[in-house]
C-alpha cells in the first residue's frame, strides 16, 4: 500500500518562500514519476509540478513557472516543492500524487495515489 504524506505547510506573506515536502512508503518509489497539485478555496485541483522518476524530466503549470521548483530525493522516498515569491493567488491546499506507469498526462486521472494535503496561505 503507497501512502503519501505531505508537510511543509504554512501562512507566509506574500514574496516568502515556502519547502513542501511529501513523503511516500512503500516499495519502488524511484520507478514513479510524481507530481504536486493544489486546489484554491473555491476552485477546481489544478496541476502545479511533475517530475520523472529519475529526476531528468520535469513539467510545470504556466501560473507557477520561473518561481517553483520541483525535485526529489530517491534515497529518502521524498519529492519536494520549492516555492518563492509566493503571491496570495498561490493560497490552496497543495497534494502530492504518484503518477501511472507510462501515462505522462499532467491531468488528474494521470495520477493514482494522493495525499492528504498541506494547507498553504498567502497573506497580502
Known amino acids: 500500500q503507497v501512502q503519501l504524506v505531505e508537510s511543509g505547510g504554512r501562512l507566509v506573506q506574500a514574496g516568502d518562500s515556502l519547502r513542501l515536502s511529501c513523503a511516500a512508503s512503500g516499495r519502488a518509489f524511484s520507478n514513479y514519476a510524481m507530481g504536486w497539485f493544489r486546489q484554491g478555496p473555491g476552485k477546481e485541483r489544478e496541476f502545479v509540478a511533475r517530475?520523472?522518476?529519475?529526476?531528468?524530466?520535469?513539467y510545470y503549470a504556466d501560473s507557477i513557472k520561473g518561481r517553483f521548483a520541483i525535485s526529489r530525493d530517491n534515497a529518502k522516498n521524498t519529492v519536494y516543492l520549492q516555492m518563492n515569491s509566493l503571491k496570495p493567488a498561490d493560497t490552496a491546499v497543495y497534494y502530492c500524487?504518484?503518477?501511472?506507469?507510462?501515462?505522462?498526462?499532467?491531468?488528474?486521472?494521470?495520477?493514482?495515489?494522493w495525499g492528504q494535503g498541506t494547507q498553504v496561505t498567502v497573506s497580502s
Open positions: 517530475i520523472s522518476s529519475g529526476g531528468a524530466s520535469i
Open positions: 500524487a504518484r503518477a501511472i506507469t507510462g501515462y505522462i498526462a499532467l491531468t488528474r486521472d494521470a495520477f493514482d495515489y
